[in-house]
């Protein structure tokens, strides 16, 4: 089991206060095992086993405590019992009916330490700031970065070239489970279509009780098909109406929406770093994993560029940094990406193969005057870096412990 030290990091400082601690993201992800790994920390520092209370309500055998009254009887009954700080580890807790009233009236009544996990950002966010304004943590879970990718597959084949390695993540994403398969080919694909439509189906149509299904997945081929690139509802609106299903714009923005509450996709703005305002229209999309892009839809080597923007990204969010797309004049710098008030830019290209390539990617910077970090990351293996513009591979980006 990887020790995912990037979040136990963040997690650490509240082990042991009564902030509820909440970890969101997509199905699948490794919540479950973020929360193992508290248990083991808690056990190192002599917490007994006895004081725990764990429940996955995806298993049926708890089906029986989905409303909020039979959970806090049971956890109020079971807390009774143990001597000294109860822990509670509950798991998909979005399964369980008015989840945030019983979470509030536990954290007040009882000696506790609770740590929850879901997979909806709607539910956690809007509910949890009702009844538990300022009283709760939140950790974003992503898949495996390449960095934990590359500990996890040199475990199961550790003479692997590092090159061959990144070649393994390009087609097989991040989500964890698939190192219990060995990255076989046919069952990963398998495994990752069975995420996709369970996704699909219980985050997205269930929760969101949508009754046109194919409209859902038509939007969502389109969506996975154009990541990184900018696209209106307007512009989805036609490309529909040109395969005979007339939807409103409005319609297409609250699918997009449920599928970012469900973390399949993330949205980034963009933003005017001349007026130093966002832009209302435009966004551009990822995938939470592009891994399920291969399995699902296929073509991640054709649209290489796309998916390695995608790989740049997730690995921004999981270093907390806010991203948006950087307009400047008719120029698109990738990203510009904050951490409390120290920024970088990242620029994100296949291959720098001609004079005319590497003078378009570095001259996205020429109308940025500050001394922030400046990147420019492709899959060239000679460094190309020119003007106080830093150019790395990738897998070096990627694998770099802080950028400066």
């Known amino acids: 089991m990887i020790k995912r030290e990037m979040y136990m990091k963040r997690i650490r400082p509240f082990i042991g206060t009564d902030l509820i601690k909440v970890m ?3 199905r699948r992800c490794g919540k479950s095992v973020m929360l193992e790994l508290i248990k083991e920390e808690l056990l190192e520092s002599g917490i007994s086993h006895d004081q725990f209370i764990s429940i996955n309500f995806e298993n049926l055998s708890f089906s029986h405590l989905q409303t909020a009254k039979a959970l806090h009887d049971e956890i109020t009954k079971r807390a009774a019992e143990i001597n000294g700080k109860a822990y509670l580890f509950l798991d998909e807790i979005q399964e369980v009916k008015d989840w945030e009233k019983c979470i509030n009236s536990l954290r007040v009544s009882l000696d506790c330490d609770i740590y929850i996990t879901g997979s909806n950002a709607k539910l956690l966010s809007s509910e ?17 970065s390449f960095a934990e990718f590359l500990e996890l597959y040199h475990s199961i084949s550790p003479d692997i070239p590092f090159q061959e390695c990144f070649q393994k993540y390009l087609s097989f994403g991040g989500m964890p489970y698939l190192a219990n398969i060995r990255y076989e080919d046919a069952p990963s694909k398998l495994y ?15 929760r969101n009780k949508i009754r046109d299904i194919d409209l859902l997945e038509r939007i969502i081929a389109y969506v996975i098909a154009n990541i990184g690139t900018t696209f209106s509802a307007t512009s989805l609106s036609k490309f529909l109406k040109s395969e005979k299903r007339t939807v409103a714009p409005e319609t297409i923005l609250n699918y997009i929406k449920y599928c970012c509450d469900a973390y399949l996709f993330y949205q980034v703005k963009r933003e005017d770093l001349q007026g130093k305002q966002i832009l209302s229209s435009n966004e551009k999309y990822y995938i939470a994993d592009h891994g ?5 839809f296929g073509g991640n080597m054709q649209d290489i560029n796309l998916v390695l923007e995608n790989i740049v990204y997730l690995e921004l969010l999981r270093r907390e940094y806010k991203v948006t797309v950087g307009r400047t004049g008719d120029k698109e710098i990738d990203f510009v990406c904050d951490k409390q008030g120290e920024k970088l830019y990242v620029q994100v290209a296949y291959l720098l193969a001609s004079d005319e390539t590497v003078q378009r990617e570095f001259g996205v910077y020429d109308r940025i005057r500050d001394n922030y970090p400046k990147y420019v990351v492709s899959l060239d293996e000679f460094n190309m870096s020119r003007n106080g513009i830093k150019h790395l591979n990738i897998r070096d980006f990627l694998l770099e412990e802080k950028w400066n």
């Open 292 to 296: 399920i892009r291969e399995a699902v």
């Open 128 to 144: 949890l700031s009702t009844y538990l304004g300022g009283r709760y943590v939140e950790i974003i879970i992503y898949p495996f």
């Open 192 to 206: 990752l279509n069975d995420l996709y439509n369970s996704v699909q189906l219980k985050d997205i149509v269930k």
């Open 24 to 26: 969101t993201g997509i």
